[in-house]
């Protein structure tokens, strides 16, 4: 079975999946204190011990929210990619565009 991960803040979990994870909902600018979230490595549905995240600032207009898609056109594609310092130099079809997308 494919390892997953956890992230927790207390006994909540904020998110599952592959790595990597990441926590939405945070304001820009604002700082994190080691240890508030605590990541578990999940394989078949045990869970590793948990692990303190180190302290972080949460980064202001990096917003991987609202992700292009196949519905969406090249031009958009662009310049969501753009937007988000993502260089596609060389890449001219959609599918290839869309791979650039994290």
Do not use: C
Request: charged share 25%; aromatic share 6%.
């Amino acid at each position: 079975m494919a390892i997953t991960y956890r992230i927790y803040k207390g006994s909540e979990k904020v998110v599952e999946g592959a790595s990597p994870l990441t926590i939405t909902g945070l304001d820009a600018g604002a700082k994190v204190a080691a240890g508030t979230y605590h990541i578990v490595r999940v394989q078949d549905e045990k869970e590793s011990e948990k692990v303190a995240i180190p302290a972080f600032t949460v980064l202001a207009g990096r917003s991987l929210e609202n992700k292009p898609t196949e519905a969406n056109t090249i031009p958009e594609i662009k310049e969501w990619l753009t937007a988000h310092s993502i260089d596609f130099t060389g890449k001219t079809t959609k599918t290839d565009l869309l791979a650039l997308v994290p």
